[in-house]
T-cell receptor, first 117, second 117 residues
């Protein structure tokens, strides 16, 4: 079974631009979560989608948004990029969202490394 | 809010020896899940082991086992017969058993493990 895939793997943008990252979950998985990883802040939760609905959201400004499509693929968008947005963005998928199945486990993709200049 | 602490930023172990990585967490909840993830230089997050808080028995996956002390809120990872491929950053993670707006996974800062030949 194919794992979680993320595109692009690397991205360079300049301040003020916007960017869209894509995540394709494992086949059959309906929950997708996004995380930001930086050396200073570590791993931080951005948001989680299930069945095209945002279920949870972390403490990030409104410049960070996302959506999920009917095929469970998800996109994350960051508008008006800032230097501090440079990070590794990780996507993770699971069968069901937390709380609905105690056996549920998240599987992470390889990440998209975003550099903002 | 839940927090996860890993007090050892870096550790090293001789190949074939055993090493234990520490993790403590803080929560007021009784039902939750704990995870250890491994992040090799490829940057992909790989699930190593999972523990449900309601289970008293410590989880084991081949050479990886945990010492789960619920009362002490401690969740250490033991790696036996260490191999060169075990070298990576190890993250301890907590996840609530219920929808928790604003949080999904909470990760510790990580422990970088080096395996010496």
């Amino acid at each position: 079974k194919a794992g979680v895939t993320q595109t692009p793997r690397y991205l360079i943008k300049t301040r003020g631009q916007q960017v869209t990252l894509s995540c394709s979950p494992i086949s059959g998985h309906r929950s997708v979560s996004w995380y930001q990883q930086t050396p200073g802040q570590g791993l931080q939760f951005l948001f989680e989608y299930f069945s095209e609905t945002q279920r949870n959201k972390g403490n990030f400004p409104g410049r960070f948004s996302g959506r999920q499509f009917s095929n469970s693929r998800s996109e994350m968008n960051v508008s008006t990029l800032e230097l501090g947005d440079s990070a590794l963005y990780l996507c993770a998928s699971s069968l069901r969202p937390p709380g609905q199945d105690f056996q549920e486990t998240q599987y992470f993709g390889p990440g998209t490394r975003l550099l903002v200049l | 809010a839940q927090t996860v602490t890993q007090s050892q930023p870096e550790m090293s172990v001789q190949e074939a020896e055993t090493v234990t990585l520490s993790c403590t967490y803080d929560t007021s909840e009784s039902d939750y899940y704990l995870f250890w993830y491994k992040q090799p230089p490829s940057r992909q997050m790989i699930l190593v082991i999972r523990q449900e808080a309601y289970k008293q028995q410590n989880a084991t996956e081949n050479r990886f086992s945990v010492n789960f002390q619920k009362a002490a809120k401690s969740f250490s990872l033991k790696i036996s017969d260490s191999q060169l491929g075990d070298a990576a950053m190890y993250f301890c993670a907590y996840r609530s058993d219920r929808d928790n707006y604003g949080q999904n996974f909470v990760f510790g800062p990580g422990t970088r493990l080096s395996v010496l030949p």
